[in-house]
T-cell receptor
């Protein structure tokens, strides 16, 4: 049983396209996150949702829009993709009180050509 | 905003104890310190968390001095399978109003364990 799953695992697309990455967790957590990891392994938080409410919204282009249809899902939509968006995107979840113990998904490697 | 600084890389040999230090001079009162481990092509995995003094679990120990401006992850008797990137995370999720929570990862320390 996969705790935090992401689809797709790999995503190759051209500049200017719009794409989505889906994330689902079956841990019963009420908080979910999106992180971006670049080629130098820097791991930066992008968004955090608690009970479908946006809690953390780091300085990311507004081309990125998270959507949380329910507590178990947090999807990431990216419009007008650019070369610099190429990275690995990780979804994570945690209980609100134990935010420090986050469970990460396997990552989605996005390549923009 | 608590920025963190870690060594970029460290080498060790099997059976040795490894200590990785993270500096976080601007840590806030509500911030906790957490360490994660990441293997290639996988998401980070929680190792240990603490607020002050010393915390120990089955895989590691975390030492935090009284001023909390740094923390040290200690891995006893490492093996080849401990070769990974280790991240120090300092933050507070924020409570109440939106956009007040900040979670900052360090740049990670690549630990290479040699036979």
């Amino acid at each position: 049983d996969t705790a935090v799953s992401q689809t797709p695992k790999y995503l190759v697309t051209q500049m200017g396209n719009d794409k989505s990455i889906k994330c689902e967790q079956n841990l019963g957590h009420d908080t979910m996150y999106w992180y971006k990891q670049d080629s130098k392994k820097f791991l930066k938080i992008m968004f955090s949702y608690n009970n479908k409410e946006l809690i953390i919204n780091e300085t990311v282009p507004n081309r990125f829009s998270p959507k949380s249809p329910d507590k178990a899902h947090l999807n990431l939509h990216i419009n007008s993709l650019e070369l610099g968006d190429s990275a690995v995107y990780f979804c994570a979840s945690s209980p609100w009180r134990d935010y420090y113990e986050q469970y990460f998904g396997p990552g989605t490697r996005l390549t923009v050509t | 905003l608590a920025k963190t600084t870690q060594p970029i890389s460290m080498d060790s040999y099997e059976g040795q104890e490894v200590n990785i230090t993270c500096s976080h001079n601007n840590i806030a009162t509500n911030d906790y310190i957490t360490w994660y481990q990441q293997f290639p092509s996988q998401g980070p995995r929680f190792i240990i968390q603490g607020y002050k003094t010393k915390v120990t679990n089955e895989v590691a120990s975390l030492f935090i001095p009284a001023d909390r401006k740094s923390s040290t992850l200690s891995l006893p008797r490492v093996s080849l399978s401990d070769t990974a990137v280790y991240y120090c995370l300092v933050g507070d999720p924020g409570h109440g109003s939106s956009n007040t929570g900040k979670l900052i990862f360090g740049q990670g320390t690549t630990l290479q364990v040699k036979p």
